[in-house]
């Protein structure tokens, strides 16, 4: 059997693409067109710098505008040298080209004041990052400081932003109310000491529509939420807002019409009281204030900021820095007290138009004829510290010196304050001087002589004689009636006859009446004599000295005119129906 062996096989290969290749690249494809796209989408990515990470956590925080998400914590960290905490956040890519340098970062967490509460909803959500910027494409940034306090204007918000300055901060505060008439109108911001460190300087925000009242005769007044005042019609007790009271507050008011419009960041004073503001939106036409100064020895308890500057019992000033002052080079000499006063040239005399070449020659004459600066004190017990500009003739000579910084320092004298203790001790003893028991003692002889004077006035009028004078009189009168009637009548001499028949009688009863006239004079001088004694204890200045003289006249009068009717009846008893 022969072995056939089959011919090799023939293999040919065919090139042929599978489909199945296509699902990885397809794969890889859409995982980079998808990693393309997210980070294309993805906006940038910004430092914003905080003190703490109070709350703040990556994948978690979000930055919000009015309440709206504009982005994402990524990443918390420590800034170099672990100075702050930094958070970089993710910003949507449709917003990122107005974040510029004018955008603001800060913080939103609960928080409870006087205003209410804030941030409530972050109790649930947690904290989050407040974001305020506007709409305007600015230069791109990427690090910013967060703000300790949220900013006092909002963008897109309107009014009118304006700087004040107090001498004292006070209970002023971040975020304290403007008042108008009791209505909240805008804000304040961080108050700031300046460099000085004499005043305190503060933005504010004024909101529209209200700040078209404002004007160069606004004024502006301190509104710390409670105020006394003790007058005429009693005691006074005025209650601002919960707000005013506890963060403090200013109220605004414009005393004096017209005045010129504001613009942005113009300044105002901030007074203590509102009677302060009136009285200087009235002066706003005086000459500016003069600035002086005057070193004193030693500290002066009571004097500070405020303190008012008095010349000739009129105030015309106040302090506005009080600065310690060591002496020169190496000397152990004692601090000094420089103290910098505002005073108004023209309550000294000064003409308006005062130039610092005019003011330092009025005040080098005035020094010579002995203008000095002395520490005073004013009050029921002299406790109220003031400077006084007195002239003292008898002064030591002396001259205006000019410092370092070109203040002009006018010479002092050694104080003249009381002793406080010294005037309630005073006080006590004028008390117990006074002499009480004697004005006591007069009082009760006073009463005494009243009640005299009235039983002799009872026993003046009780007299027979003067009961009978009435009556006689009328009779008089009618007899004489019907006399002229008889005599025009008819029958005259037998109507005489019974005439004069009746005029004896009445002659014999006047006679009988006169002679008791002087008896009742006798009684009316003896009355006057007795309110004489009453009248003699009392000052002539007092008013029951004046009402008794009055009495006293009165009765003289009376007691006169019975002595002048009873000599007359004595001399002519006809007079009564003659009338001569």
Request: hydrophobic share 45%.
């Amino acid at each position: 059997m022969n072995d056939i062996e089959p011919p090799a096989p023939k293999i040919e290969t065919k090139k042929r693409f599978s489909l199945v290749w296509l699902m990885p690249v397809l794969a890889v494809a859409v995982a980079a067109w998808v990693v393309w796209s997210s980070y294309s989408d993805q906006g940038p990515l910004i430092t914003v710098t905080f003190p703490t990470a109070s709350g703040i956590s990556a994948g978690s925080t979000e930055v919000r505008i009015r309440d709206l998400r504009v982005g994402l914590v990524e990443d918390v960290g420590f800034s170099d040298r672990m100075a702050n905490v930094e958070a970089r956040i993710r910003i949507d890519k449709d917003l990122a080209r107005y974040v510029d340098e004018g955008a603001e970062f800060w913080l939103v967490e609960p928080q409870v004041t006087a205003r209410g509460v804030t941030g409530i909803g972050t109790l649930l959500s947690g904290v989050y990052i407040a974001a305020n910027w506007d709409g305007e494409e600015g230069p791109p940034q990427d690090e910013f400081t967060a703000l300790q306090t949220p900013p006092l204007v909002s963008f897109g918000e309107e009014g009118t932003r304006l700087i004040l300055r107090t001498k004292a901060g006070g209970q002023l505060a971040a975020g304290a109310p403007i008042l108008a008439s009791g209505i909240e109108v805008g804000r304040i911001g961080q108050p700031v000491l300046a460099t000085a460190g004499s005043t305190v300087t503060m933005e504010a925000f004024v909101s529209r529509p209200y700040d078209r009242r404002l004007t160069t005769n606004t004024r502006f007044w301190d509104a710390s939420g409670l105020s006394v005042n003790v007058g005429a019609q009693g005691l006074a007790l005025k209650v601002n807002s919960l707000a005013a009271l506890i963060e403090g507050g200013v109220n605004l008011g414009t005393p004096v019409t017209g005045g010129d419009p504001v613009a942005d960041g113009h300044v105002y004073e901030v007074f203590s009281t509102e009677e302060a503001a009136r009285a200087d939106a009235f002066e706003a036409g005086s000459a500016p204030d003069i600035l002086v100064s005057a070193m004193l020895d030693g500290d002066v308890s009571g004097l500070g900021l405020g303190t008012s500057v008095r010349f000739r019992g009129v105030k015309v000033g106040e302090v506005e820095n009080v600065v310690g002052v060591a002496p020169d080079g190496e000397g152990d000499g004692p601090v000094r007290l420089r103290v910098d006063m505002s005073i108004a040239p023209t309550r000294i005399g000064l003409p308006a138009a005062t130039t610092p070449t005019t003011l330092r020659e009025a005040l080098d004459r005035r020094v010579a004829n002995g203008l000095r600066v002395r520490v005073a004190s004013e009050g029921l017990f002299g406790q109220t510290v003031v400077l006084e500009l007195a002239t003292l003739p008898d002064a030591p000579e002396a001259e205006i010196a000019a410092d370092d910084g070109g203040r002009l320092l006018i010479p002092t004298v050694a104080p003249a304050v009381s002793d406080g203790k010294g005037g309630v001790d005073s006080l006590v003893a004028r008390v117990s001087n006074l002499p009480i028991e004697a004005l006591m003692t007069a009082a009760t002889d006073a009463l005494s002589g009243v009640s005299r004077l009235t039983g002799q006035a009872e026993s003046v009028l009780a007299a027979d004689g003067v009961e009978r004078i009435p009556a006689t009189l009328d009779e008089t009168l009618a007899e004489v009636r019907s006399l002229v009637a008889d005599i025009r009548g008819g029958g005259a001499i037998e109507n005489l006859n019974k005439t004069l028949s009746s005029a004896d009688t009445t002659l014999q009863s006047v006679s009988e009446a006169a002679q008791s006239l002087p008896a009742l004079a006798a009684r009316l001088n003896a009355a006057a004599d007795g309110l004489q004694s009453v009248v003699a204890g009392y000052t002539p200045e007092s008013r029951i000295y004046t009402e008794l003289r009055a009495v006293l006249n009165e009765v003289s009068s009376t007691a006169e005119a019975y002595r002048s009717l009873a000599r007359t009846i004595e001399r002519n008893p006809n007079s009564i129906i003659t009338g001569r």
